[in-house]
């Protein structure tokens, strides 16, 4: 007991246990949806490159599989690959216990870790898959623990830290390449305003260092498109499904593939355009399907604005969905994220009138979280977006609670 006393931490290995005991009971070594992808990216890499020949192009960023690349030249089999993802979330539990310690008791700090920790969701879907969502989790985690140490004490190791995983999140997902832009924004306001200014600058400073990190990938991507800066060619594809203005489709995102597509009741709404773009090259064709869901938003917004409502229930519910039936798997989802969906609300407004007793870190978190989940939202949004965000949504979560529970608490850190 004086070992766990010392080492509060010891008390999360049972969640440990738990992820490896889910993950010898559900990984497999079946390659099916997206992960094929990432090996192939990873297999490109190790030789020597990085786009795929194909639709596929440079569908996602790089950050996933430079990770699997050593592995994959080390020749693991495929469950020891998907085993690895054990290790970024339990490493991003005890990174989210360690930020909440800032500010909470170890016994809450402990409650905290352990409701994030068996948001099952995640936990189900991160560790049986080869995916990127448990690395992302990781580095989401990472940068929240960052931000607190470095808004505490200065200190260039930190900054470095911090920007490395910041570039790296980007590089994963690059949605967050807009995210990044967008916090920015709130940062300069809130210096505009004159509200933390010097430990606003620092954010600032970790944003524009994780963007120089993207820089070798980004002149890479400008060698083979042309344009700069250049992330990925699959944005064209999210926005023009979210575009649709056809009734009875709900803008989720469709698998357009030869007789898979023909089976597919948008087949005939989609096909003749679909058939207009097919021989363009990815970058072609991904601006063209741009061009056309701008038209599409812009002569029927209405119909944009069903759908991109539609997206955000998506992004929490999985529905609703065109020309589907629902699934269980609903039941399974609509009960953790009901309750995080309110929470958010519920925080959101919390934080007017209780805005002066916030921790920058605090105000940071949320405002990273929500400009992301508005971002997912006219993308393709499917439960497992909501993953990157959870570190910065329960923080944020927990602290309001924290200070509705403690009414003259707030301010501990800036």
Known sequence: ???????????????????????????????GGDQARYLMYAQNIIDGGYAIDGPLFL?????????????????????????????????????????CLRFLSVRHALWGAYLLGLYYPQVSFS??????EGFAFF?????????????????????????????????TKVIFAYVVLGFICVLLVLIAFRTFKAKCYRLILICLLANAVTLPYLTYTYS???????????????????????????????????????????FENHNEFFNSIE???????DKYLKEKAFENILSYPKKFLKNYISNVSRLFLDI????????????????????????ICL?????????????????????????????????????RMLFPALPFLFFWIFYMIYLWKNPEAGITMD
């Not at 021989?279 to 064709?285: A, D, N, S």
């Open 1 to 31: 007991m004086t070992l766990f006393k010392r080492l509060p931490v010891l008390y999360l290995l049972p969640l440990l246990l738990l992820y490896i005991v889910v993950a010898l009971l559900t990984i497999d070594t079946e390659l």
């Open 59 to 99: 569908w996602n960023g790089p950050g996933y599989p430079i990770i699997l690349a050593p592995f994959v030249w080390l020749g693991m089999p495929l469950a020891a690959l998907k085993f690895i993802n054990v290790f970024f979330l339990f490493s991003g539990i005890v990174l989210f216990y360690r930020t």
């Open 127 to 132: 560790l049986r898959y080869l995916l990127s």
């Open 139 to 171: 580095l989401a985690s990472t940068i929240l623990f960052l931000f607190c140490e470095i808004l505490n004490r200065f200190s260039i190791k930190k900054l470095i830290l911090a920007s490395l995983a910041l570039g790296f999140l980007i590089l």
């Open 224 to 266: 083979l498109t042309g344009e700069f800066p250049y992330y990925a060619n699959s944005g064209g594809q999210c926005l023009y499904w979210l575009s649709t203005p056809y009734e009875g489709e709900q803008g989720e995102w469709v698998l357009v593939r030869g007789r898979e597509f023909e089976k597919k009741p948008q």
């Open 279 to 285: 021989t363009l090259e990815p970058v072609e064709k």
């Open 320 to 343: 609703p969905n065109s020309y589907t039936y629902q699934e269980f798997s609903f039941i399974l989802l609509a009960v953790p994220n009901s309750f995080l969906f309110v929470f």
């Open 347 to 383: 925080s959101t407004v919390m934080m007017i009138p209780l805005r002066k007793r916030l921790p920058l870190v605090v105000t940071a978190s949320a405002a990273f979280a929500i400009i992301y989940l508005l971002g997912s939202s006219l993308l393709c949004a499917y439960s």
